[in-house]
């Protein structure tokens, strides 16, 4: 239950406002994450900061972390594969609310959008007392303690390479069972990530795919998704690897 909402007009007063224990940010609002045993929420809404814009610098493009995913569907400054995946990542009502900055902080696993994010090397700018970081996608997905006491105002990535993105669902718009996303860059090295197989999207390599142990569920056992991540991850290694984006 929200007990308390505020809507700062600058970052400086959201940060000042977010010190306090219980004080959730509030982006979009689709995404409110329950924490266990708390029995109020105070808010902090984030709608009314000037961090929303999508802009192209050179070979990057940064991403205002209050960017509804809609925007990016709809921008030429982003790179094509992103933009299907999120267009992909929630149908259009929630699509035009649903923000990139509470899209990284809800670190759903199975987000097709976060894992073409990381796939491209995607960096987060983060505000919190002490000034602004810019920090690796990947670094803040694995300890989200990063996020206490600050927000996410800007995400970047490169517009250049080559991507390719694959999955299987249960029909074709259903949450990814498994996905993944391949970025081959313009110096010539592949990452690749994917969804579905731990508690959030991951990075992986030939090496560390045999070291996966997917979580089972009344969509397929811990083994049938080990063996979709080896079919789906080689595809688009082949993909990008021949030139096509997909």
């Known amino acids: ?22 004080t959730t940010p509030l982006g979009g609002g689709t995404v409110v994450a329950a924490v266990s045993g708390r029995t109020s929420t105070t808010v902090v809404d984030l709608q009314a900061l000037d961090i929303a814009g999508i ?3 050179g070979a990057t493009v940064h991403i205002g972390a209050m960017a509804r995913l809609q925007d990016l569907v709809d921008s030429s400054a982003v790179p094509a594969v992103i933009r299907e995946l999120a267009h992909r990542e929630a149908p259009n009502t929630i699509r035009n ?11 759903d696993p199975e987000s097709e959008l976060l894992t073409g994010l990381l796939a491209f090397g995607a ?11 810019e920090r690796p996608l990947n670094d803040l997905l694995g300890d989200p303690g990063l996020l206490d006491g600050a927000i996410i105002t800007r995400v970047s990535l ?19 069972i498994i996905a993944a996303v391949a970025h081959h860059d313009d110096n010539g090295t ?29 969509r397929g056992s811990s083994e049938y998704r080990r063996h979709l991540t080896s079919v789906l ?3 688009v290694a ?8 997909t």
Not at 161 to 174: K, S
């Open 123 to 133: 960096s987060v700018t983060v505000a919190d007392k002490t000034g602004s970081v």
């Open 1 to 22: 239950m929200i007990t308390q909402y505020h809507r700062p007009s600058t970052v400086d007063e959201a940060i000042d406002l977010l010190q306090e224990p219980g």
């Open 233 to 235: 991850t080689r595809r």
């Open 158 to 176: 490169p517009t250049g390479g080559v991507a390719a993105a694959d999955r299987t669902a249960r029909t074709p718009r259903d949450q990814p």
């Open 97 to 107: 609310a649903a923000t990139i900055g509470g899209t990284i902080g809800a670190v």
């Open 55 to 57: 802009a192209q610098d």
């Open 238 to 245: 082949d993909a990008v690897e021949g030139g096509v984006s």
């Open 190 to 218: 592949t990452v690749i990530a994917v969804s579905g197989v731990a508690d959030r999207p991951v990075v992986v390599d030939t090496d560390t795919l045999k070291d996966l142990d997917p979580p089972a569920d009344f």
